[in-house]
């Protein structure tokens, strides 16, 4: 009967102690200290809102300017869009099509250019080679060319683009460093690795501008981020 006694005694404080374990175990999480975010990656949270604010502003600043500009320029003149009759001749003669932002028109045109006509070994070569009419064509050609690209510079003038493509450049540039100087600091919490991840998407955007250079910041953001989400995973493990 003692040994009976005794089984059930040790069997029943196995079974409290295991039950107070598990109850007591959230109150020893609660209590273990958790860590403080990095002050300078708070700080770079901070800088991220009011960069990202005047990113968004001079790309909405462009948008209305690229819109101005489409508004006011001209249409090509059809003399000045390359025939097939016009090939090879023409194509030596010509330029690709861009839009404002200098990206190729699609579907893509060869058009006249009165810089390209000009040039020293163009007029060289087409005076030894061609009849006074052709020369006389060309001339015209040249000539229609250049009052519309005058034009064209007028309109692109009048309507601020240049300006607010700068502006914009500068902007990404600046989120950029951000994110460069971002890839640097050590989150310590989950919170830190949020800031890293909205630096991350606000350099992207930014790297949607025609220069490769934005880029560079964001990858950095982004290498950094998937090692140091597992610093803070572990961190932060019961």
């Known amino acids: 009967m003692e040994n009976i ?6 069997r029943r404080g196995a079974s409290v102690a ?14 273990m200290p958790r ?3 990095n002050p300078e990656l708070l700080a770079i949270g901070e800088e991220l809102k009011d960069l990202s604010a005047e990113y968004e502003s001079a790309a909405q600043a462009k948008g209305e300017a690229r819109a101005r500009y489409h508004a006011l320029v001209p249409a090509v003149p059809v003399e000045l869009v390359v025939r097939q009759q016009d090939v090879p001749w023409g194509l030596a003669m010509s330029q690709h099509e861009v839009d404002v932002d200098g990206r ?29 009419h052709y020369r006389k064509v060309l001339q015209r050609l040249c000539r229609v060319a250049k009052e519309h690209e005058k034009a064209v510079a007028e309109a692109r003038e009048a309507s601020g683009y240049d300006p607010a493509d700068d502006a914009e450049y500068f902007a990404g540039v600046e989120l950029a460093k951000l994110a460069e100087r971002c890839a640097k600091v050590r989150a310590l919490t ?10 991350y998407e606000a350099s992207i955007k930014a790297r949607e501008h025609k220069d490769g250079l934005l880029g560079r910041g964001g990858y950095l953001c982004a290498t950094d981020l998937v090692s140091n989400m597992m610093v803070v995973a572990e961190a932060v493990r019961p």
């Open 5 to 10: 006694t005794r089984r059930l005694f040790l």
């Open 18 to 31: 295991a039950v107070s374990s598990v109850a007591l175990a959230p109150v020893a999480a609660a209590a």
């Open 35 to 37: 860590p403080e975010e």
């Open 104 to 132: 190729a028109v699609y579907p893509t045109r060869h058009i006249f250019s009165a810089k390209v006509m000009e040039a020293d070994h163009n007029f060289r070569w087409h005076r030894k080679a061609r009849t006074p």
């Open 190 to 199: 989950v919170s830190g690795l949020f800031i890293k991840a909205g630096v």
